[in-house]
């Protein structure tokens, strides 16, 4: 079985730049989560989709993230404009709801 | 609000030695308590604890769960350099299939 995908692995940009990251999920996962996790601290839950439909966004910063997830399989997680305090490691996870959760490998994220 | 509490934030052994890291809780509609080790990026699982005085084994490392003080640990023994991680607790709630992270014990062993 597949894991799920990210990409980049690395990006670097500078402030006030954009940025976008992908998630591919395991095949038939309906649920996706985008976390955020700053260097020293836990991953804390930036958005969660169920299908293509947003659960629980409250913690996304929504004058600067978004994040889309077309016909409920591969998502998108926009930063635009980037900030010094968002260089962090962006993870991905799935799940096939109750039976655990699958993370990718993520993408780290400096803000220079 | 929902919340999970590791302790300690750090840890510092030397190889050999037995640790216990510790994770507290407080949510609502509790589904199951979960172990993961991260080392680079990406959190590994560990285990899944859902039924309150039942240890679950793996080599070395072992976890228990105790719901009516609402707290579990993870014990490792003969601990080896490869332990070196980050250790994560999270708890799975019943409510939209939520997942709340603590922020993690760093674990270093000395060789």
């Known amino acids: 079985e597949a894991g799920v995908a990210q990409s980049p692995r690395y990006k670097i940009i500078e402030k006030r730049q954009s940025v976008a990251f992908w998630c591919n999920p395991i095949s038939g996962h309906a649920t996706l989560y985008w976390y955020q996790q700053i260097l020293g601290q836990g991953p804390k839950l930036l958005i969660q989709f169920q299908n293509n439909g947003v659960v629980d966004d409250s913690q996304l910063p929504k004058d600067r993230f978004s994040a889309e997830r077309l016909k409920g399989v591969d998502s998108t997680l926009k930063i635009q404009p980037a900030k010094l305090e968002d260089s962090a490691v962006y993870l991905c996870?799935?799940?096939?709801?109750?039976?655990?959760?699958?993370f990718g490998s993520g993408t780290r994220l400096t803000v220079v | 609000e929902d919340k999970v509490v590791q302790s300690p934030l750090s840890l510092v052994v030397h190889e050999g030695d037995t640790v216990t890291l510790n994770c507290s809780y407080e949510?609502?509609?509790?589904?199951?308590l979960l172990w993961y080790k991260q080392e680079k990026k990406a959190p590994t699982f560990l285990f899944m604890l859902?039924?309150?005085?039942i240890e679950k084994k793996s080599g070395r490392l072992s976890s228990i769960l105790d719901k009516k003080e609402l707290f579990s640990i993870l014990n490792i023994t003969a601990t080896q350099t490869g332990d070196s991680a980050i250790y994560l607790c999270?708890?799975?709630?019943?409510?939209?299939?939520?997942?709340?992270f603590g922020k993690g014990t760093r674990l270093h062993i000395l060789p």
């Open positions: 949510v609502t509609n509790f589904r199951s």
């Open positions: 996870a799935s799940s096939l709801n109750r039976y655990g959760y699958t």
């Open positions: 999270a708890v799975e709630t019943n409510r939209d299939d939520k997942i709340i």
């Open positions: 859902t039924s309150s005085g």
